[in-house]
């Protein structure tokens, strides 16, 4: 199983300037691109403190391919209904160009009331935004003479966007997913991979939306064989009651800045997002104990964090996990001890007998 690592801030001014966790976040992905992980993802989030240092993905992934030469290179996604697609296109493709061809694009719909009022965008319309845009942005990587007639964008026709991605035809695609069908065999029919949390959704829900996933792709002509992210918060450590007792400490100072982003769903409901407006009560109640009951977390000394990871394999086989070392009230040091525990022990030890 290929072991990357998954970046959602969740710090503020309060515990360090922007520019201190960017310079960590690169050291963090120089260290994980020498211990053979495969990629590093970004999350696109504004304004909260949950995600906020990180409106712009594409940016500091920017900055980390100039500091690595291996590691795939992930938007986590990328939200088309807040940025034009030809301006969405062209930054990922110099993304592409500046990593020598290691992108792979994820693109999803946002969620957070909040961050569609910003934008003066309508939460009824975010699937749509995010089928066009992303149609779009494909069109303009590989389209000369290029005319688009959307719903919310009219353009062209237009030359050969420059540059080209270094990818040809294009980067892979990916979308992010969690429980909405109408996601899953939309990605599908399109023959896109996929980002998926199951924290969000039940192992058993996501293996039910899988199927159909798998079942839409064939049926569209798509190979069966796709890529699938899998998202985990990851803490290890030298023992398993050091890791347990530090993970709790941690996801609590997580969860405090997740409860102020969910609570922008406040008195509101979507037909959209159905049964979004319970994640906040959902998120208040969720412990380390319960997630690691239902392998919904990683947490452990080497031989448990090996372990856990075995057994999210047998869950998802040949997905990639992307594990977020750096929440809540992580440090830099500990994050640090982390990926070398994951890089030189756990990976080596998950290698035996491939």
Same mark, same amino acid.
């Given at each position: ?13 309060? &515990? ?13 992905? &120089? ?100 089928? &066009? ?17 959307? +719903? ?113 769903? +406040? ?88």
């Amino acid at each position: 199983m290929k072991v990357g690592l998954n970046f959602l801030p969740t710090v503020g001014p309060g &515990e360090m300037p922007a520019e201190r966790f960017y310079d960590e976040i690169i050291e963090l992905s &120089e260290l994980a691109d020498r211990l053979s992980f495969s990629h590093v993802k970004l999350v696109e989030h504004h304004f909260h403190e949950w995600g906020g240092y990180s409106p712009d993905p594409v940016a500091l992934l920017s900055a980390i391919a100039r500091r690595t030469t291996r590691v795939r290179l992930v938007t986590g996604a990328v939200t088309p209904a807040f940025t034009h697609p030809i301006k969405l296109a062209a930054s990922l493709s110099v993304l592409d160009n500046l990593s020598h061809g290691r992108l792979d694009a994820g693109f999803g719909r946002a969620f957070l009331p909040s961050e569609f009022e910003a934008f003066g965008v309508d939460m009824a319309d975010s699937r749509a935004l995010l089928e &066009e845009n992303v149609e779009a942005v494909e069109r303009l990587w590989t389209d000369e003479g290029f005319r688009w007639e959307g +719903r919310f964008h009219r353009f062209g026709p237009l030359p050969a966007m420059l540059p080209r991605p270094a990818q040809r035809p294009r980067p892979p695609v990916f979308i992010a997913a969690t429980t909405s069908p109408e996601t899953f065999t939309w990605a599908a029919s399109k023959g896109y991979h996929l980002m998926i949390i199951p924290v969000v959704a039940s192992h058993e829900k996501l293996t039910g939306l899988l199927d159909l996933y798998r079942a839409t792709r064939i049926e569209h002509g798509h190979s069966p064989d796709f890529r699938l992210h899998v998202s985990y918060h990851c803490y290890v450590a030298e023992s398993q009651h050091e890791a347990v007792a530090r993970a709790e400490e941690h996801y609590a100072a997580y969860r405090t800045k997740q409860l102020e982003a969910y609570g922008s769903w +406040r008195g509101i409901t979507s037909n959209q997002y159905q049964g979004y407006e319970r994640m906040e009560q959902a998120a208040r109640t969720t412990t380390v104990a319960g997630l690691m009951a239902a392998d919904n977390i990683i947490v452990g000394g080497v031989a448990e964090t090996a372990a856990t990871i075995r057994r999210i394999g047998k869950l998802y086989p040949g997905a990639e996990l992307s594990l977020q070392l750096r929440f809540g009230s992580v440090s830099h040091t500990e994050a640090t001890r982390a990926v070398r525990l994951l890089g030189e022990r756990v990976l080596p030890e998950l290698m035996e007998g491939v």
